[in-house]
Nanobody, 128 residues
Framework: QVQLVEAGGGSVQIGGSLRLSCTAS?????????MGWLRQAPGKEREGVAT???????NYAKSVRGRFTISKDIAHNTLHLQMNNLGPEDTAKYYC?????????????????????RGQGTQVNVSS
């Protein structure tokens, strides 16, 4: 069982930045776990944002490429999502997800909805 706890959400103005964190209850540097971020806005479907697979390969959704950066802090078993140049379309609840099973490569963000473990989420609001 993997427990995930997100933090770092909040309210920010258009063009601003936020850094989300997700602390896992397991070692995230053992080559056995893939992780990522997905989000869901009210009235919209869940959207995969970014993934980092068991070998460290990274993929982003087109909507965030060039603005968001996913990274691991292996010393603290924490996954980060640095979000820059935020716009109203980024307003959503952001979830961290993880899976230790057999996963496709490349690990596209679209598969994040099927990951076995997910955190409670952290809200991000972007306004003018």
């Amino acid at each position: 069982q993997v427990q995930l706890v997100e933090a770092g959400g909040g309210s920010v103005q258009i063009g601003g930045s936020l850094r989300l964190s997700c602390t896992a209850s397991v070692n995230i540097n053992d080559g056995k776990i893939a992780m990522g971020w997905l989000r869901q806005a009210p009235g919209k479907e869940r959207e995969g944002v970014a993934t980092i697979d068991k070998d460290g390969y990274i993929n982003y959704a087109k909507s965030v490429r060039g603005r968001f950066t996913i990274s691991k802090d292996i010393a603290h078993n924490t996954l980060h999502l640095q979000m820059n140049n935020l716009g109203p379309e980024d307003t959503a609840k952001y979830y961290c997800a993880a899976d230790q099973g057999h996963l496709p490569r490349p690990l596209l963000p679209t598969v994040l909805s099927y990951f076995a473990y997910r955190g409670q989420g952290t809200q991000v609001n972007v306004s003018s």
